[in-house]
């Protein structure tokens, strides 16, 4: 057994095979699908299919909203295993999204108590799907080369502003419905066929960088904003392509990246959580890599 579990939760988009071959946990994050509450396992075989539909029921006009990981959660899924001897290192969605990070801190506040001994410690990954997986993918990676608890925590909160999300939606006003742009830009967006360029900033946030007309110009521009963010040493030489169950698409755009980073670089694709798709619609295409400082790039 390793000597400290990962942890992540439902917010964040890994490969299938990094979960079993790297011992990495989710915390499920619940939604309501037509007034119906379902809770996503990430780290499930039926993930693709289970968000597949989702997506389909998105381009039906279901009604769908998201919450947050309650403390409560957090202690029934961590209490088992700190009386197992385990300590824990938990990579979280956001805070500047969501306040399940806090409700994490209020969660492990309780339970240090009880288990004084051991070490639970939470990471803000400021991140969201490909790329809040990315992180604790190296996380992972960082365990495995002997890095403590400590320590690969230390390193996390020091690289999280290497990790930059570059995205694109086909309907603004997913994003709208979220709080995340105006209705007159979704309304004007709509009509000009715009598809914006948006990026997590360095709080968690995100924020519209530039705009293209039309779905394979903002492809475009998601490669061309990816190539000029390489250059970081020290991490893992692999990108993630996160998709909203558009599978042929994204294959499109993973031989336009594979034309830019050379034969090298590892590019996988994962389909978009619903925790997230929710908010970003059925049209949802996102480049994660390590790369400069966000602002920077």
Known sequence: MEPYLIYTDSAADLPQSAYKEYDIRIIPMDYMLNGESVTFYTERPDHDEHCDRLYEQLRRGAEVHTSQITPFRYLTNWTPVLKEGHDILY?????GMSATYENA????????????????LAVDSLAATGGQGLL?????????????????????NAHTKYLCHRF???DLDFLHRGGRVSAATALVGGMLNIKPLMI????????VVSKARGQNAALKNLVRSTKNELGVDDVPDIIYIA??????????????????????TVIESVCETPIIGVHTGPEFFAVL??????KES
Not at 136 to 156: C, F, P, V
Request: contains cysteine; glycine residues 6%.
């Open 200 to 207: 997590i900033d360095d709080e968690g946030k995100l924020q």
């Open 136 to 156: 604790t993918y190296t996380a992972a990676l960082n365990r495995a080369k002997g890095m403590s608890i400590q320590e690969n925590a230390d390193w996390l």
């Open 289 to 294: 890599t390590w790369g400069k400082h966000r």
């Open 91 to 95: 990579i979280s969605f956001s805070s």
């Open 243 to 264: 998709h909203s169950s558009l599978y042929d698409k994204c294959e499109d755009l993973k031989n336009m990246l594979r034309m830019v980073v050379g034969e090298k």
């Open 168 to 170: 694109t939606v086909g």
């Open 105 to 120: 801190l209020s969660a492990i506040h309780q339970l240090k108590e009880d288990f004084p001994e051991r070490s639970i």
